[in-house]
């Protein structure tokens, strides 16, 4: 089992920023992938950004120069730097671990994030 606690949500203006934290109870070496989601109302969870354990990113093309995960091995954390917010990017935010596979294996319990016009 591995416990996610996340942290930095809240609400902002259209153009602000906002980091969103993700804190993991097992070592991040032990994982493939760590990935941040985000779920609005009546639309289906979606991948915003994955960091691989070789370091690699991938972003959805949604936030792409918007957005920066990056990861912090030490403090078994993973985080989501998000610039120039757009009201669309209001969800919530959930941390995902891939543990062997392609397909997250554990969720947080997600951060709301709202960004207002």
């Known amino acids: 089992q591995v416990q996610l606690v996340e942290s930095g949500g809240g609400l902002v203006q259209a153009g602000g920023s906002l980091r969103l934290s993700c804190t993991a109870s097992r070592s991040l070496f032990r994982f493939n992938a760590m990935g941040w989601y985000r779920q609005a109302p009546g639309n289906q969870r979606e991948l915003v950004a994955r960091?691989?354990?070789?370091?690699?990113?991938n972003y959805a093309d949604s936030v792409k120069g918007r957005f920066t995960i990056s990861r912090d091995n030490a403090k078994k954390s993973v985080y989501l730097r998000m610039n120039s917010l757009r009201p669309e990017d209001t969800a919530v935010y959930y941390c995902a671990v891939v543990q062997f596979g392609t397909s997250p294996d554990y969720w947080g319990q997600g951060t709301q994030v709202t960004v207002s016009s």
């Open positions: 960091i691989n354990s070789d370091g690699s990113t």
